[in-house]
């Protein structure tokens, strides 16, 4: 099976730009949990989608958003983007809740806020 | 905090001895999972390990959990350099709660 994708790669935004990530998920994967990999915080959960509905919520202004379609591919928006929100963004799926299962993660996006 | 802690936040050793790291929680788990990071990529799970099991294995991997001291171990055996990376250890409390990582530990092995 292929693994986790996410597109794009790398990502330079100016402030209060936005931006979109988009994370497919491994086949037959129905959850698909966003995160905010920093050196200071660490990893900080955004959220999780199940069968498109939105699971969980992790502390984080309503400036992140993100969705789930059909196909079980997810998308994350951070709009009027700050410094901070530079970071990796991973995201991960797997086949039951995140909590109950094994997580597969992707590469990462790496955004820079300049 | 439901956060579960590391120990050590890094350590260094040479190639050929064992790597052991520990993870601490608060409260009531489902599950523990260990996950390991190369710099700046993706997580690669390790292993799972659920609140009734005491003890796990995975080719050079030993997990260990102890529900009472509300805390885990991963021992790395005859470690490599190729096992230079982060460590997470991520808890799940309840089965409808995002799963809650640690700030790792970073392991170097020297060649």
Known sequence: ?114 | SQQGEEDPQALSIQEGENATMNCSYKTSINNLQWYRQNSGRGLVHLILIRSNEREKHSGRLRVTLDTSKKSSSLLITASRAADTASYFCATAHSGNTPLVFGKGTRLSVIA
């Not at chain 1, 994708?5 to 129905?30: A, D, E, F, M, N």
């Not at chain 1, 709009?79 to 993660?105: I, M, R, V």
Request: net charge positive; with cysteine.
């Open chain 1, 1 to 114: 099976k292929a693994g986790v994708t996410q597109t794009p790669r790398y990502l330079i935004k100016t402030r209060g730009q936005q931006v979109t990530l988009s994370c497919s998920p491994i086949s037959g994967h129905r959850s698909v949990s966003w995160y905010q990999q920093t050196p200071g915080q660490g990893l900080q959960f955004l959220f999780e989608y199940f069968s498109e509905t939105q699971r969980n919520k992790g502390n984080f202004p309503g400036r992140f958003s993100g969705r789930q379609f059909s196909n079980s591919r997810s998308e994350m928006n951070v709009s009027t983007l700050e410094l901070g929100d530079s970071a990796l963004y991973l995201c991960a799926s797997s086949g039951d809740l995140a909590s109950a299962d094994t997580q597969y993660f992707g590469p990462g996006t790496r955004l820079t806020v300049l």
